[in-house]
């Protein structure tokens, strides 16, 4: 549908009400004056052959017609107007134009037969002897109750439509007037009523486009300035709507995405309603191309699908845990329960999802170290009870038996004393006492000459050769023991598990903020499967080999402890056959603040 302008539409209905107006007014008047000119001139007509009508009835008593003839000649062009005596029988006897011998019966003349009646005769119609439009009036002449003489006079209407035409051209001039005042009236109050209209208009498309701030002017017109008070309550009320919503969608968002579980809301049909960026991740996607898409098509976990589905369904709570299976494989806690609307009708589920891959490898760890722990501590138990059961059983007696076995069960007290200090020193660095995890500015440098000074002896009766490389001047905040045992025990392995004749290289250098300390051995390397585990306590990629050279499992877990408590972190690379490489990153110290940190 075409829309037109308000102000066209008001501008021209003004105008044509006017013109209309006007028009038939002057339509109205125009026949009204006509209407009124004719009666007039009927009136006039008859008053005149009123007034001619005894003289001729007198002509008529003495026989003298001539007379009669001559009478309505003289007094017609006397008055300007025609008169016609005419006897009863239609022979016309007198007329101020044409000759009565010559003229015909009058008797059936329209104004005649209504004055034969004994009524005044009124017709206007074109006259053939005078070929022009007259208007007859024929008014009766009686005598002893008998009609006599009927008296007819007429003029030309030539006039009269003369002075109705100009009187129409004066109505049609002032309905023209009228009209382009009335146009000029009706664009003026049109503009000005539509102004206002206008500025609403703007005033709305603004807050359509979300402006609420803005308000809309007042209006001399009282309809047009209630609307734009209303208007105003409106958009203040919309505001303060809107930013209601916001903000707890906002609060929402943050709430949501400030999660580390993940959130998501399904409706009835499967659609996702929302999904926090925790959930997003799992499923492996963003979580505005997860919104309005159904379940089955973001969700490619088989028993994740099936459990959200189920949810779905149900109108009750559920719980399950979910193998997430990949590179990785992760596990979850799934809570689910019914999603409902203010009126608490069920539109849909919430799936809370908890990621408890780490506990449940912390659970793995936990029963892998007291099988480990048992393991390591079962071993040299049973050897120190076989061999004591041994001795008292008469072993005694046999001085180079007895000397052997008690030469073994001190290697197993040993060992078993190894653990327990290496388990002590653990717990001490995890649970971070004051004296132990205290960290001050210092020279790694020294630390790191200290470790290697004590795998020296070792190491040369492999005939290993140890290499240090390290930037006297460098710094970071460390506790001394700890760091130096953490790097003997690394120097310790890589001596272990190399071949006579090799190099350890030890070194420390800067890489940005940090400091790393790395030891470097050419051995027999570490396969790829047992990396992730290699600093989980008592864990041993060779176990039979590691109990062989005497390690209690504990010492690389030391090592990744001791970086933590430095705030740093310890990392590995190997390969089979090519060495390994293990890494201790600390924060790097600023020379000048650890020559100050020195100062008395």
Not at 38 to 51: F, M, S, V
Not at 144 to 152: I, K, M, N, S, Y
Not at 162 to 172: A, E, P, S, V
Not at 214 to 243: K, V
Request: some cysteine; hydrophobic content about 40%.
């Amino acid at each position: 549908m075409r829309r037109k302008r308000l102000i066209r539409q008001l501008g021209l209905s003004y105008v044509w009400v006017t013109v209309a107006a006007v028009v038939l007014v002057g339509l109205s008047g125009s026949h009204m004056v006509q209407d009124y000119y004719l009666e007039q001139t009927a009136e006039d007509l008859q008053a005149r052959a009123r007034l001619c009508r005894p003289q001729i009835v007198s002509l008529l008593e003495q026989g003298d017609r001539a007379g009669v003839d001559a009478f309505c000649k003289e007094l017609g062009r006397a008055t300007a107007t025609r008169i016609t005596a005419i006897l009863p029988s239609g022979e016309v006897v007198g007329d101020t134009e044409e000759n009565p011998a010559n003229m015909d019966n009058h008797a059936q003349r329209p104004e005649v037969v209504e004055a034969r009646q004994g009524k005044v005769g009124r017709q206007t119609r074109y006259s053939m002897t005078l070929q022009q439009k007259l208007m007859y009036v024929a008014v009766p002449v009686e005598q002893r109750g008998e009609l006599a003489l009927v008296v007819r006079t007429s003029i030309p209407v030539t006039e009269v439509e003369k002075m109705l035409g100009t009187l129409r051209r004066r109505i049609l001039v002032a309905a023209l007037v009228a009209g382009v005042l009335a146009v000029a009236l009706s664009l003026w109050f049109s503009a000005r009523l539509s102004g206002p209209l206008s500025e609403l208009e703007a005033g709305a498309e603004r807050f359509a486009l979300g402006q609420l701030e803005h308000r809309l002017a007042g209006s001399s017109f009282e309809e047009i300035a209630a609307l734009a008070e209303a208007m105003n309550r409106m958009a203040g009320q919309l505001q303060e709507r809107f930013q209601t919503i916001v903000r707890q969608q906002n609060e929402l968002e943050a709430v949501l995405t400030s999660m580390q579980e993940g959130v998501l809301a399904v409706d009835n049909r499967g659609t996702v309603i929302n999904v926090n960026h925790a959930c997003a991740a799992i499923l492996g996607a963003e979580p505005e191309e997860l919104k309005g898409r159904l379940v089955h098509e973001v969700i490619r976990k088989p028993d994740l699908l099936e459990f959200v589905e189920s949810s779905i369904l149900s109108e009750e709570s559920m719980e399950r845990d979910i193998q997430i299976r990949g590179a990785e494989d992760r596990w979850l806690h799934a809570h689910s329960m019914a999603l409902c609307d203010a009126k608490q009708r069920k539109i849909g589920a919430l799936v809370v999802m908890y990621d408890v891959t780490r506990l449940r490898r912390l659970e793995n760890v936990r029963r892998d170290f007291v099988a480990n722990v048992s393991h390591e501590l079962r071993t040299p138990i049973t050897s120190i009870k076989g061999f004591v059961e041994t001795l008292l059983d008469g072993a005694l007696e046999d001085t180079e038996n007895a000397s052997r076995f008690l030469e073994i069960v001190l290697r197993q007290v040993n060992r078993l004393d190894a653990i327990i200090n290496d388990l002590l020193t653990l717990s001490r660095v995890e649970r971070g006492n004051e004296p132990i995890s205290r960290l001050e500015p210092g020279r790694v440098g020294e630390t790191l000459k200290a470790a290697v000074e004590m795998c020296e002896k070792k190491a040369s009766e492999k005939q290993i050769r140890i290499e240090l490389r390290c930037d006297p001047d460098a710094t970071a905040k460390i506790n001394a023991p700890l760091l130096e045992q953490a790097v003997v025990n690394l120097v310790d392995n890589a001596v272990k598990y190399s071949e006579p004749g090799k190099t350890v290289r030890v070194s420390a250098e800067r890489a940005g903020v940090e400091l790393v300390i790395r030891v470097q051995d050419e051995g027999c390397g570490i396969e790829p499967k047992h990396l992730p585990r290699l600093f989980e306590r008592f864990y041993r990629v060779d176990k039979a080999r590691s109990r062989e050279l005497g390690g209690t499992g504990l010492g690389l877990a030391i090592v990744r402890h001791i970086a933590l408590a430095h705030g740093g972190d310890v990392e590995v690379q190997s390969a089979v056959g090519r060495g390994s490489v293990f890494s201790i990153r600390l924060c790097a110290a600023d020379r000048e603040a650890d020559l100050v940190g020195r100062q008395p």
